[in-house]
């Protein structure tokens, strides 16, 4: 289905869902899910309701402004200082987003579960249409609920600690679970993911997940996890089936022409419910991804508020494509920032990541999973299941190979915690300003000796918030005060530190 279709319909579930989560609670006149979903189109358009609740721009906002992805811009007004001087708390937007926003994904994708129960296909044609529609509600939900794992469970790693509540049903408004472990989410999350697998007609697809979306969700869940074994498998086949892009392809890639190398992207088009610019400098904002640092366009002139760190612009080379992606050409740059007395106005680093598309500035397809993610997953993989250090390296080099456009020299590792370090390096610039940076600081960063480490001017002329330690307890989000009001009991299980 192309985007218009999925406009259209998107208004379905939300009809749905609007007055109670429960479908067993069937008054007259009223469109609950047993009377909407009547038959297998009735729930492939339902399904496309609940992608539209699906958005990563809280995620690619959070990573950049508490890392080390930004820094303030000339222009700013003030938007994202709390979270750039890293006070994260119960009360933080960041908090309750992540949290309703991935229970509410669960919820509507459970609900389409549950009402596809009550549908019989009427011949194998259906069949397979409606074990597809399924195969993604559950991979949707998969998820949500590693979102959910990844940022509130302080150890992904370890399944005695304490995650999210596992809600796999559809619970009644006052319902106030308490917090399952960490090993009872990944329970609910790997069996999602197998009845997704088993469902899956499709092996590939941009923007629908198919069976090697799904594997993508579980590459990266296996790394969550450090199942390194698992994550190596599926992220080799992905990448031998998805080509890293040439530097052509990879420009065209960000302004939404090529998907040479997209495993799986959330589309985003002009009058759809993400065409505006949000709240500009909350992590809720929504709305088009490069209004996460702008409010007009990516341009010297277009109002940015955030701009590119500078620790991570010297990290790049002026020839290497993802330099032309990241950074605007109305940039200035000043080679001697440092000594200068107005460094803030004399060296503007313009993010471009979200350049836009269909004319529209700051809105860009969201790229979910994309094959070079596979790659740096593999290279971690390949440290840590037998500290092939050599192995590693020769995947650094075929990226950067890709990415400068010529052979780069083949790097050299002298331990493992170097090694995790490089590839620590190459995630940043590679994946930056697309939700991963904190993630893999909490993942990754003490084994490579790496945390948040922004430029010192940058840091400095804002409020000296410079460096914050992989360890710190803030990178696990805390349980928001909003369910801990509604919830009592969820209270006395609050993550450490908060």
């Given at each position: 289905m192309k985007k218009f279709s999925k406009i259209l319909f998107v208004g379905l579930l939300t009809i749905v869902m609007g007055c109670n989560d429960a479908i067993d609670i069937r008054q007259p006149g009223r469109l609950d899910a047993l009377n909407a979903f009547q038959s297998v189109g009735d729930i492939q358009q339902?399904?496309?309701?609940?992608?539209?609740?699906?958005?990563?721009?809280?995620?690619?906002?959070?990573?950049?402004?508490?890392?080390?992805?930004?820094?303030?811009?000339?222009?700013?007004?003030?938007?994202?200082?709390?979270?750039?001087?890293?006070?994260?708390?119960?009360?933080?937007?960041?908090?309750?987003?992540?949290?309703?926003?991935?229970?509410?994904?669960?919820?509507?994708?459970?609900?389409?579960?549950?009402?596809?129960?009550?549908?019989?296909?009427?011949?194998?044609?259906?069949?397979?249409?409606?074990?597809?529609?399924?195969?993604?509600?559950?991979?949707?939900?998969?998820?949500?609920?590693?979102?959910?794992l990844t940022y509130f469970s302080p150890d992904?790693?370890?399944?005695?600690?304490?995650?999210?509540?596992?809600?796999?049903?559809?619970?009644?408004?006052?319902?106030?679970?308490?917090?399952?472990?960490?090993?009872?989410?990944?329970?609910?999350?790997?069996?999602?993911?197998?009845?997704?697998?088993?469902?899956?007609?499709?092996?590939?697809?941009?923007?629908?997940?198919?069976?090697?979306?799904?594997?993508?969700?579980?590459?990266?869940?296996?790394?969550?996890?450090?199942?390194?074994?698992?994550?190596?498998?599926?992220?080799?086949?992905?990448?031998?089936?998805?080509?890293?892009?040439?530097?052509?392809?990879?420009?065209?890639m960000f302004l939404d022409a090529d998907n040479t190398e997209v495993i799986f992207k959330l589309e985003r088009t002009i009058?759809?419910?993400?065409?505006?610019?949000?709240?500009?400098?909350?992590?809720?904002?929504?709305?088009?991804?490069?209004?996460?640092?702008?409010?007009?366009?990516?341009?010297?002139?277009?109002?940015?508020?955030?701009?590119?760190?500078?620790?991570?612009?010297?990290?790049?080379?002026?020839?290497?494509?993802?330099?032309?992606?990241?950074?605007?050409?109305?940039?200035?740059?000043?080679?001697?920032?440092?000594?200068?007395?107005?460094?803030?106005?004399?060296?503007?680093?313009?993010?471009?990541?979200?350049?836009?598309s269909e004319g529209k500035p700051l809105m860009n397809d969201l790229k979910v999973f994309r094959s070079s993610e596979m790659l740096l997953i593999l290279a971690e993989s390949r440290v840590a299941t037998n500290n092939d250090l050599a192995g590693a390296a020769t995947l650094i080099k075929q990226i950067r190979d890709a990415r400068l456009g010529t052979a780069q020299g083949l790097p050299s590792y002298s331990s493992a915690q170097e090694a995790y370090a490089a590839i620590l390096d190459e995630r940043r610039i590679e994946l930056c300003y697309e939700g991963h940076r904190y993630k893999d600081l909490k993942r990754l960063g003490a084994a490579a000796n790496r945390g948040v480490n922004r430029d010192v001017t940058d840091c400095t002329t804002q409020s000296g918030a410079c460096t914050l330690a992989a360890t710190d307890f803030r990178f696990t989000l805390a349980i928001p005060i909003i369910e801990i009001n509604a919830n009592n009991g969820i209270g006395g299980q609050q993550n450490p530190g908060y």
């Open positions: 339902g399904l496309l309701s609940v992608y539209d609740d699906w958005d990563i721009t809280p995620e690619i906002a959070l990573s950049a402004n508490f890392t080390d992805e930004v820094s303030i811009s000339f222009d700013s007004g003030g938007q994202g200082f709390a979270l750039y001087d890293f006070v994260l708390n119960a009360g933080s937007t960041a908090a309750s987003d992540f949290w309703v926003r991935n229970y509410r994904l669960n919820n509507r994708a459970t609900i389409l579960i549950s009402a596809a129960a009550n549908i019989t296909p009427a011949d194998a044609t259906e069949q397979a249409l409606y074990d597809d529609t399924l195969a993604q509600a559950h991979a949707i939900r998969a998820y949500a609920n590693l979102e959910l992904p790693t370890d399944d005695a600690t304490l995650a999210a509540p596992v809600v796999d049903f559809i619970a009644p408004l006052d319902y106030q679970p308490l917090r399952n472990t960490t090993g009872e989410l990944w329970d609910y999350i790997n069996s999602d993911l197998t009845m997704a697998s088993s469902l899956s007609q499709v092996q590939s697809d941009a923007t629908f997940l198919s069976k090697d979306g799904i594997n993508a969700i579980k590459a990266r869940a296996a790394l969550t996890r450090k199942d390194y074994g698992t994550a190596a498998s599926l992220s080799s086949q992905l990448l031998s089936a998805y080509p890293l892009a040439n530097q052509a392809q990879y420009q065209l009058t759809d419910n993400y065409d505006g610019q949000g709240a500009t400098g909350s992590v809720a904002a929504g709305g088009w991804a490069g209004a996460n640092f702008a409010f007009v366009n990516a341009t010297l002139t277009g109002g940015s508020y955030f701009e590119m760190d500078r620790g991570l612009f010297n990290l790049m080379s002026p020839s290497d494509i993802r330099y032309t992606v990241s950074v605007a050409p109305t940039s200035v740059i000043n080679p001697n920032y440092a000594t200068d007395p107005d460094p803030v106005n004399s060296d503007i680093l313009i993010i471009q990541k979200y350049p836009g």
